[in-house]
């Protein structure tokens, strides 16, 4: 089995109160920016570093300070993506981030679109997504004032 670790960054913006979603290449699905760590990265670098590269975007993540490493954000969590079954998986750390610019620059090598989506566009049915993406968003969405103010 072949494993890799990988960081998932949900940007939302204050002043259009709007998540940022990428349109994935490979699986042509809206989703969040995103990818592998590099080697003797750091978990959060690699969030922030994904998100520069996939959307010109500088973000600032949003969480509790590790106890030991105050310099690092703790992930709200982790999930296992099945790339083929018993042969590839993802081990993807969840952050939150928040950003005030709306200007994002496409990465066109790594995605075929981009764009800022309201909470209801996301819950939409026809808003081609993964359905733990929604539930990530809601649970940011929900959470915005107390996570915001950390």
Not at 3 to 23: A, D, E, G, M, P
Not at 94 to 120: H, L, M, P, S
């Amino acid at each position: 089995m072949e494993r890799h670790f990988c960081t998932s960054t949900y940007i939302y913006n204050q002043k259009n109160n709007k998540f940022l979603f990428i349109k994935h290449k490979k699986l042509n699905k809206w989703l969040m920016p995103g990818g592998h760590w590099e080697i003797n990265e750091l978990t959060d670098e690699a969030a922030l570093r994904e998100v520069f590269e996939e959307t010109g975007l500088i973000v600032t993540l949003i969480g509790e300070r590790l106890p030991r490493e105050t310099d690092q954000v703790r992930p709200y969590g982790i999930q296992r993506n099945v790339i083929e079954k018993g042969k590839h998986e993802h081990l993807d750390l969840i952050y939150f981030a928040v950003c005030d610019d709306e200007k994002y620059i496409q990465n066109v090598r790594e995605t075929d679109g981009i764009g800022w989506f309201t909470i209801q566009e996301i819950n939409q049915e026809t808003f081609d997504t993964f359905e733990h993406c929604r539930k990530w968003c809601n649970y940011f969405y929900n959470e915005i004032n107390s996570l915001v103010k950390r």
